[in-house]
Nanobody
Framework: QVQLVESGGGLVQAGGSLRLSCAASGRTFSSYAMGWFRQAPGKEREFVAAISWSGGNTYYADSVKGRFTISRDNAKNTVYLQMNSLKPEDTAVYYC???????????????????WGQGTQVTVSS
């Protein structure tokens, strides 16, 4: 099992940047694929970005491609989401998720992940 704790959320003006972190417990972090999802009020949870266990493959939602970057540091058991050029529509609770075996088509699906953090609020003002 792995436990996930997100941090780094906050209030930022449109055009600004934030970096989210997700710290994982356990010694097998490097075997987990990691994803970021978000959920805005009244909307379903949606995929944002994901990264393979090695960091060699990354995946992004079209809405964040070119603005967000996912990365991981397996030595620190942490995955990051660098968010630049933020827009008001990026406002949501951001969740970190993890799972072990993932096919390429699985990364974008919330139901493919077994482990979730508690979420961190990101608010972008216009």
């Amino acid at each position: 099992q792995v436990q996930l704790v997100e941090s780094g959320g906050g209030l930022v003006q449109a055009g600004g940047s934030l970096r989210l972190s997700c710290a994982a417990s356990g010694r097998t972090f490097s075997s987990y694929a990691m994803g970021w999802f978000r959920q805005a009020p009244g909307k379903e949870r949606e995929f944002v970005a994901a990264i393979s266990w090695s960091g060699g493959n990354t995946y992004y939602a079209d809405s964040v491609k070119g603005r967000f970057t996912i990365s991981r540091d397996n030595a620190k058991n942490t995955v990051y989401l660098q968010m630049n050029s933020l827009k008001p529509e990026d406002t949501a609770v951001y969740y970190c998720a993890a799972d072990t075996y993932m096919r390429d088509s699985d990364y974008v699906m919330a139901q493919a992940y077994d482990y979730w953090g508690q979420g961190t609020q990101v608010t972008v003002s216009s």
